[in-house]
Structure formats: C-alpha cells, structure tokens
C-alpha cells in the first residue's frame, strides 16, 4: 500500500481499522508530521493508520519561482491568498484517490479523517467537501479555504465535522485567513468548531491533546466503538 508518494505508519496493534491522511505545508514533506503521531497517543483499539502524503515539487509563484514541495502555485502572498485552482484540485483528487486506497483495503470511509496544515488544510477543504465517500471529520490546521465560490459540495458529507485550530500569532497565515474560512464552512451549514491557540504557525501541546481527543471521538465511526 505504501508508496514513494506517501508515508505509511501504521497502527501498533498492526490491524488499522481507522485512517488519517494529514497532508503537510508547503516546502515541507511528509516526515514533517511523523513525531506528531506518537504525540497524539491514541487508543491503541481504535487502530489508526496515518497517511502522509509528500506534495510534488513545484515552482512558486510568491518565493521567486523557486521550485519546492507544494500542493499548488500561490500566484499573491495577500490575504486573497490567489492560488492556481486547477493545481489544488488536483492535489484534491489525489487526496480522494488515497481515500479510496483505504476503502479498498477494508476500512470504512466513515472511519477516515482527512487533515491539513496550512497549504495542506486548504487542499484538505476541497477535498473533504467535494469527496463523494461519507468521512469522519475534517480537521484544518493554521490553514484557510483557497476554493473559488464554484466548489463542489458533495452530497455525502453535507454534515462533516470539521475541526479548525490556528495560532493567534500565525505571521505566515494570519488567524484572520483560518477564521474566515471557518466562517465560510458554516455558511455551507457544515458544523465548525473553531480553537485558537497563543502560538505562531506551528503545533503546541496543548493542541495535540484537543486533536488526539478530536480524533478519538470521530474515529470511533459506525456501530462497534
């Protein structure tokens, strides 16, 4: 199941029955999250594979055509924040074919929780709302909602959870941008819970226990606990 394109860490029990694809930010890797998962401390019953995707490497319009890991080009370092759309939905689709990756391995997309920091949350947006397999939760981190008016709600998970966490001193993506997006996801009518934390663009530990608790709630899923 593991690939070049991804990180795979799986559950210590060595039976996943749940999964968290957590997608990085930008110049950064999937390794970039590794000591997270440990962090978290989840019940070891509930079985949860981590998936952390690597982004392409791209170049980017705002860092002088560098060409780094990225999910897509950010064309205006604003609070517009104008992205190349085609690019960051792309990286959605892939997210959703990871999605479907772990169905076909036998676990239940109502057991899948698709996360993201800060690059990485806005394509977790996209690709949680328009993704047609019911999930558990969207969890979006220090990120903001880069998708067009025109996006694609899908049917199936027009009552998704999503959790939303920014720092108060974020100076890369300012704490206006991730509760602006929250705003937006309620006005879709999807239930938001929004947490700040004293802390820039980054985790905290703090955080990491609100997100263990967050994930241990969700990933109970249907039926059995």
Request: aromatic letters at 6%; proline letters at 7%.
């Amino acid at each position: 199941m593991s690939s070049q394109e991804e990180l795979i860490i799986e559950p210590a029990s060595g039976e996943a029955k749940a999964c968290v694809i957590l997608l990085h930010g930008l110049g950064a890797d999937g390794h970039d999250f590794e000591p997270l998962v440990p962090a978290l401390n989840l019940p070891e019953a509930l079985g949860v594979r981590f998936v952390l995707p690597h982004a392409p490497k791209l170049p980017v319009t705002i860092n002088g055509g560098m060409t780094m890991p990225a999910w897509y080009d950010i064309l205006e370092a604003n609070l517009s924040r104008r992205v190349d759309e085609a690019q960051l939905r792309a990286s959605a689709r892939r997210v959703q074919a990871l999605v479907e990756a772990q169905v076909a391995a036998g676990i239940d997309s109502r057991r899948i929780v698709i996360a993201g920091f800060s690059q990485g949350g806005a394509v977790a947006y996209e690709a949680a709302l328009s993704c047609e397999r019911p999930l558990a939760g969207l969890l979006a981190l220090s990120t903001y909602f880069a998708t067009a008016e025109d996006i694609v709600l899908a049917e199936a998970n027009r009552q998704l959870p999503i959790e939303v966490h920014h720092g108060t001193q974020d100076p890369v993506v300012p704490e206006a941008l991730g509760r602006e997006g929250a705003s937006r996801a309620e006005a879709f009518g999807y239930p938001v819970n929004y947490r700040t934390y004293d802390m820039g663009h980054s985790l905290c530990p703090e955080q990491a226990a609100d997100i263990s608790a967050w994930l241990a709630r969700h990933l109970e899923g249907p039926g059995e606990p």
